[in-house]
């Protein structure tokens, strides 16, 4: 995207709310109703971001389209208009990363790894921010399914996720959205802290399928147990993982080692990929008990 590019798909962002401001007006987002609102009134800021994860999707975006090419063969991927608007709401409007020559959307994401979030490849299963983005973005488009191709920049796993159209959704999504522009865009009135609260439950339970149920009393001591397993556990790995920082520096520049006569240290190289963002070689070792003859 040039400078130029750039400007004007910023300054068409603050003619109405866009996917990407859906998710914090609903409060499960990463920003707040009060950075959308202020986006809205102030000037673009047209300088491209030189570093964090928005730099890093932007980025990526063409190696993640050229991995969904590859991984659903026969299909190509066609850059559509910079913003497309709702034909009944002018001001709700939709940015698509990628077009498939059938007409579905496609969504280009990057993550530093698929967490709890993350549903299995070829499920509909996604974090729920980005399950409003679609949403929106497929009812702004009258696409009835939208894809997402996701990557994940830790282990370079790729992974296609197919999300189907939720009229009820949507139009829970657009009645929230009308409400802001008009009552604080429009109006020039500033949201809030507590806008997006009051939102965030009902769609949270709106992005979940199927049948609802309360579970039984004890199972909130089941899960703040699990809460407190989880802790320990990320508590070990980072132990793990400083202590196996302190034996590679005492390995120095060698390349194996044994320690006591029981362990054997042995340093693993990892070659980098071919591809310009894919991980920079790196070591990492292997340690394992010495068998005795």
Known sequence: MTPTERREWLESRRAGI??????????????????????????????????????????????????????????ELAKPLPVIAHPERPWQLASLDRVRDDGKPVELKS????????????????????????????????????????????????????????????????????????????AKRPPGAEWGEQFADDARSLTVKGKKIELPEEAAALIAQRQELKAVRDEADAAYKQLGSEIEVMLGDAEEGTAAGTWKVKRIHVAGGHVEYDREPHSRLDIRPIRRK
Not at 28 to 43: H, L, M, N, S
Not at 163 to 179: L, R, T, Y
């Open 111 to 186: 993550t530093a790894g698929f967490g709890d979030q993350w549903g299995p490849a070829g499920t509909d299963q996604i974090p729920d921010g980005y399950q409003v983005q679609v949403q929106h973005q497929m009812g702004v488009t009258g696409a009835e399914v939208c894809d997402v191709a996701a990557l994940d920049v830790i282990a370079w796993e790729f992974r296609v996720y197919r999300v189907p159209f939720n009229p009820e959704f949507f139009e829970f999504i657009s009645e929230m959205e009308a409400k802001f522009w008009t009552d604080h865009v429009l």
């Open 18 to 75: 866009g996917s990407s401001d859906a998710p914090n007006l609903l409060g499960i987002g990463f920003r707040t109703a009060a950075d959308v609102y202020r986006e809205k009134i102030d000037p673009p800021d047209e300088r491209m971001p030189s570093a964090g994860v928005l730099r890093r999707g932007i980025d990526l975006e063409p190696i993640i389209a050229q991995r969904y090419e590859e991984a659903v063969y026969g299909v």
